[in-house]
């Protein structure tokens, strides 16, 4: 018989080994960053990876602030496909799309921001502090029209759009 139990505790200090996994993996409100730092891992601000401060001018843009920014373009966008591409209710998306990804490109490679962005103090610039190159900006949009990318965030909160683009969005 395995001398190792499911009732039995595993550490020397009588930690269950399911629970500290629990307890790193967070819950789904907190999250795997909340449930490192509740065991102690010290992971620092967001951003401190890529040298960026904690806070004010130049910080890492707040998830909160990144998406209603994002929800102002697509509305923009989706008045924009209604009034001049969508011929019915049923293409709307598909145009809103089009457009939202051709106003990203447009704008985030050459001023730094969509309209949405600019409103709410956010721009995209690259990991190393410098302007997003124009073919850099073009796969960003790109990975931000699959959805995917943008739902899936590291420890610094960049979607995998921005990692795989070398960009980070923050406060202006």
């Given at each position: 018989m395995d001398e190792h139990t499911d009732d039995k505790p595993d550490g020397a200090d009588g930690t269950d080994r399911r629970t500290v996994a629990r307890q790193a993996v967070g819950t789904w409100l907190s999250g795997p960053r909340a449930g490192a730092e509740q065991l102690g891992a010290g992971l620092g601000h967001r951003g401190r990876r890529l040298g960026l401060p904690a806070e004010g001018p130049g910080s890492v843009a707040a998830p909160g602030r990144r998406l209603a920014a994002i929800g102002l373009d697509w509305a923009m966008?989706?008045?924009?496909?209604?009034?001049?591409?969508?011929?019915?209710?049923?293409?709307?998306?598909?145009?809103?799309?089009?457009?939202?990804?051709?106003?990203?490109v447009a704008t985030v490679g050459t001023v730094g921001a969509t309209p949405g962005k600019r409103l709410?103090?956010?721009?995209?610039?690259?990991?190393?502090?410098?302007?997003?190159?124009?073919?850099?900006?073009?796969?960003r949009a790109l990975l931000l029209a699959l959805?995917?990318?943008a739902l899936i965030w590291d420890r610094d909160g960049r979607g995998l759009h921005d990692r795989l683009s070398g960009a980070v969005q923050v406060r202006i």
């Open positions: 966008c989706t008045l924009i496909a209604y009034a001049l591409l969508a011929d019915d209710r049923a293409t709307l998306g598909n145009w809103t799309l089009l457009v939202f990804t051709v106003l990203a709410l103090g956010l721009r995209v610039i690259s990991v190393h502090g410098t302007r997003l190159t124009f073919p850099r900006a073009v796969l959805a995917v990318p």
